[in-house]
């Protein structure tokens, strides 16, 4: 019979677990409430819808971003409805993994449960509500810092099922954004061919494979359902990427400067001194320890902290990488109890570090809304979203585009709305404010997914990536019939859509308000061409 203890430890669990799950999708779902910012906000929106409705990535628009925030957010449409409401869930229920995975890990490294619940509470703050919304860049750092910590409990325990679920953790953060997931992914690898040299376990071995080829099976098998090209995956995914990865590789990442990399993220840097400490003091007394799985876990926080330091970086985002915070502070929590007895001061400056800064960066970026450039926006002007359509409800619009006049936008907008609703033509709609083709219940065949990736791939019209892009581009409009293009303005990056992809005399250009402009498509040899070029 159990315990009247482990029934009270029972009970108490599952009283964190609940709190755990309102505390971090209702605080996500506040800020995901609160304002937008465009080619952000509404990049998911709207490809969410077009895989509800049959539209895929890849094939029938071009892409960098993984398909797996898109999929799974047709998922989230399918049962509960095309909303605003069900879109933040999507990154409610994430930011609940992530904050459930930390309590979970501390709590199984023997971390006191009081303690486990404070910091995975923290890592809610944190991790999602920068953005509120589904975010590559969000979705792909929670899934990376999942598998670090499913890697760590494959470590710690002797069950197989973290090898099973590491690579299909793994593929799904990749399958999001190739970035950071790469360098966890590195990182996991020389890891973990350190520990089977020392601990060879051809079982643990097995299931990990096993689980590779279940996640890669099931995304092949989605390639094949949806006729997505496993030739056009890998030039819009791979290879595109791989050339702008170069670019902020060159001149993001370096030059390596003390103050962009330890001033800016000290208190990151500061999180982990303890098991750098611990680490380096254990090595100097034996090198055993070099072996040990305390060491490899040890490893793993620090690599995935600078990987994740390096990610930002390279993206041209606000900050968002600071919910690694109290994933540090817990563990280096858990070390110093094992090493340092005696010493619990510094458990007390570990809970004020852990405490202090999430205060501090949720005031600054998140309360703020700095990620989605609305740090001086006034919120009060905010106004109902449902004047859009009631898909809409619940969000409060004040736009980084026009954070100062919101009922201005919305005015222009409606207009913009308005008149393409009337225009029974073939149609193709290109715009940031991707929520329209929703709320007119209309696929909106942009043959990009948003238009900023494509303003790089149009710098360099020699190069081959050009060519790809322009050879979907005009596949698209041909397959598709299209008669006239809507630009709404502005589109990040640059509004001359048209002008840099085709020649002059395929399209006439009428500007219809302020922020819309159409292409009238005209015959031309080039539209004919398409499939001619290389």
Same mark, same amino acid.
């Given at each position: 019979m159990e315990t009247i203890k482990s029934i009270f430890d029972k009970q %108490?669990?599952?009283?964190?677990?609940?709190?755990?799950?309102?505390?971090?999708?209702?605080?996500?779902?506040?800020?995901?409430?609160?304002?937008?910012?465009?080619?952000?906000?509404?990049?998911?929106?709207?490809?969410?819808?077009?895989?509800?409705?049959?539209?895929?990535?890849?094939?029938?628009?071009?892409?960098?971003?993984?398909?797996?925030?898109?999929?799974?957010?047709?998922?989230?449409?399918?049962?509960?409805?095309?909303?605003?409401?069900s879109y933040v869930l999507h990154a409610s229920i994430f930011n609940f993994l992530i904050s459930i995975s930390t309590f979970y890990t501390l709590y199984k490294l023997k971390l006191n449960i009081?303690?486990?619940?404070?910091?995975?509470?923290?890592?809610?703050?944190?991790?999602?509500?920068?953005?509120?919304?589904?975010?590559?860049?969000?979705?792909?750092?929670?899934?990376?810092?999942?598998?670090?910590?499913?890697?760590?409990?494959?470590l710690n325990t002797n069950l197989k099922i973290y090898w099973f679920l590491l690579p299909i953790i793994l593929l799904l953060s990749f399958l999001t954004k190739q970035t950071p997931t790469g360098y966890i992914f590195l990182i996991i690898i020389l890891l973990s061919f350190i520990y089977f040299i020392f601990n060879f376990n051809i079982n643990k071995i097995v299931c990990g494979l096993f689980g590779s080829i279940v996640i890669i099976s099931i995304f092949l098998i989605i390639l094949f359902i949806g006729k997505i090209s496993l030739v056009s995956f890998f030039e819009q995914y791979i290879l595109f990427p791989l050339s702008i990865g170069k670019i902020r590789y060159e001149y993001f990442l370096f030059p390596l400067e003390f103050s962009r990399i330890f001033l800016r993220f000290k208190l990151i840097h500061l999180s982990s001194l303890i098991l750098i400490i611990i680490s380096i003091k254990c090595i100097k007394n034996d090198f055993k320890y070099l072996k040990d799985n305390e060491f490899l876990i040890s490893l793993?926080?620090?690599?995935?902290?600078?990987?994740?330091?390096?990610?930002?970086?390279?993206?041209?985002?606000?900050?968002?990488?600071?919910?690694?915070?109290?994933?540090?502070?817990?563990?280096?929590?858990?070390?110093?109890?094992?090493?340092? %007895?005696?010493?619990?001061?510094?458990?007390?400056?570990?809970?004020?570090?852990?405490?202090?800064?999430?205060?501090?960066?949720?005031? %600054?970026?998140?309360?703020k809304r700095d990620f989605m450039d609305l740090r001086n926006a006034n919120m009060e002007k905010a106004v109902d979203a449902s004047i859009f359509d009631s898909k809409l409800r619940g969000l409060k619009w004040i736009s980084c585009l026009n954070p100062n006049e919101p009922k201005k936008e919305i005015s222009q907008l409606l207009e913009v709305i308005n008149i393409i609703k009337k225009d029974q033509r073939n149609k193709s709609i290109i715009t940031d404010?991707?929520?329209?083709?929703?709320?007119?219940?209309?696929?909106?065949?942009?043959?990009?997914?948003?238009?900023?990736?494509?303003?790089?791939?149009?710098?360099?019209?020699?190069? %081959?990536?050009?060519?790809?892009?322009?050879?979907?581009?005009?596949?698209?409009?041909?397959?598709?019939?299209?008669?006239?293009?809507?630009?709404?303005?502005?589109?990040?990056?640059?509004?001359?859509?048209?002008?840099?992809?085709?020649?002059?005399?395929?399209?006439?250009?009428?500007?219809?308000?302020?922020?819309?402009?159409?292409?009238?498509?005209?015959?031309?040899?080039?539209?004919?061409?398409?499939?001619?070029?290389?």
């Open positions: %108490k669990k599952i009283l964190y677990f609940i709190i755990i799950f309102l505390f971090s999708t209702s605080f996500n779902q506040y800020y995901g409430n609160l304002g937008v910012c465009p080619i952000d906000s509404f990049w998911f929106f709207n490809s969410g819808y077009d895989v509800l409705n049959g539209y895929y990535p890849f094939k029938d628009y071009w892409t960098i971003a993984g398909p797996f925030i898109s999929f799974t957010q047709a998922f989230f449409f399918k049962i509960l409805g095309v909303s605003w409401f009081h303690y486990s619940f404070l910091y995975a509470l923290l890592v809610a703050v944190l991790a999602y509500p920068s953005a509120g919304t589904p975010y590559v860049d969000h979705h792909s750092s929670i899934l990376s810092m999942m598998a670090i910590l499913c890697f760590i409990l494959a793993s926080l620090i690599g995935s902290s600078y990987a994740l330091i390096a990610h930002q970086l390279m993206t041209i985002n606000g900050m968002f990488i600071f919910f690694i915070i109290p994933i540090l502070t817990g563990f280096s929590h858990i070390y110093y109890l094992k090493h340092y %007895k005696n010493k619990k001061y510094i458990l007390h400056l570990l809970v004020f570090l852990a405490i202090s800064s999430t205060l501090y960066y949720g005031n %600054k970026y998140i309360d404010y991707q929520h329209i083709s929703v709320i007119l219940s209309s696929y909106d065949f942009s043959p990009s997914h948003v238009w900023f990736i494509n303003h790089v791939a149009k710098q360099d019209k020699k190069s %081959k990536y050009f060519k790809m892009y322009k050879r979907l581009f005009i596949n698209q409009l041909n397959q598709n019939k299209i008669e006239v293009a809507y630009v709404i303005k502005p589109l990040w990056g640059n509004d001359d859509v048209f002008e840099k992809s085709l020649s002059p005399n395929c399209f006439k250009k009428i500007k219809v308000t302020e922020i819309l402009d159409s292409y009238i498509l005209q015959e031309c040899e080039e539209l004919k061409i398409a499939s001619s070029i290389n």
